[in-house]
């Protein structure tokens, strides 16, 4: 039985469909994933409903090219950050054969 276009399904069977956990289903209905914007949906009440050609339209999606990252990588230390680029300056002064 072919599913129509304008059939509504929950964060549940999304997190089903998907094959990831209800919490990040969440996560991908405020912020997007992957590069991917927020996925479209709407509210009943206090229920979420999704339709099921915005989900494949979703899946479908480019990702869209994300801003890199600035400053030190979590968890690293100053030091740490001080050694890398040492080694990275050491890199681009060697000779290339």
């Known amino acids: 039985m072919p ?5 509504c399904i929950d ?9 990831i956990s209800i919490p990040t289903v969440h996560r ?3 912020h997007g994933a992957n590069g991917r914007p927020p996925l479209p949906h709407f509210r009943v009440g206090v229920a979420i409903r999704i339709k099921v050609s915005d989900l494949e339209g ?3 999606s480019e990702p ?3 801003k890199p990252v600035r400053g030190r990588p979590r968890g690293s230390t100053k ?6 680029r040492a080694v990275q300056a050491e ?6 054969p």
């Open 91 to 96: 890199m681009d002064m060697s000779p290339t």
């Open 28 to 30: 991908i209905l405020r």
């Open 64 to 66: 869209t090219p994300t």
């Open 58 to 60: 979703w899946i479908e």
């Open 3 to 7: 599913i129509e276009s304008d059939y």
């Open 79 to 84: 030091a740490a950050m001080a050694r890398r």
């Open 11 to 19: 964060r549940k069977e999304v997190a089903r469909v998907l094959g």
